[in-house]
């Protein structure tokens, strides 16, 4: 098998792009549980600065009627 400098290019970019993935795919299987699970049970204090947070402001944009 004869390989050139387009193929050895194309093939370690197909490999950098494989081990990109592995280590994302392994950081989410082997990722440890963090404090503050989301959930806001109120067990931990994570739950307690978003039930006091402000929601946003909603802005309608309308048509403008001239006359």
């Known amino acids: 098998m004869n ?11 197909v490999l950098a792009a494989a081990g990109y993935l592995a280590r994302l795919a392994w950081g989410a299987v082997g990722r440890k549980a963090e404090s503050g699970c989301g959930t806001a049970c109120g067990k931990c204090g994570a739950g307690t600065s978003a039930s006091t947070a402000r929601p946003e402001q909603v802005v309608s944009i309308g048509t403008i009627r001239s006359g």
Request: charged content about 10%; aromatic content about 10%.
């Open 3 to 13: 390989l050139g400098w387009q193929d050895l290019i194309a093939l370690s970019i």
